[in-house]
């Protein structure tokens, strides 16, 4: 997916941050963010600068059998 192209490239970001990189309104960005962590793309953290999106490492490691 874009979005999750875009973390691995700019790092961790906001849905405001996101929404001015790709000249969309807030509450789309908001919805990409959500989709590719659905998706196993992103993962999310709540933090004094609110939610920011991070690309999802978790999903490197191995799955237990």
């Known amino acids: ?36 962590e659905s998706e196993g793309l992103a993962s999310r953290d709540h933090s004094s600068e609110g939610l920011i999106f991070w690309p999802n490492i978790f999903s490197t490691y191995a799955k237990p059998v």
């Open 1 to 36: 997916s874009q979005v999750a192209q875009l973390l691995q490239e700019v790092g961790p970001m906001s849905a405001a941050q996101l929404s001015g990189l790709q000249g969309i309104g807030l509450p789309l960005s908001l919805h990409y963010l959500l989709r590719a």
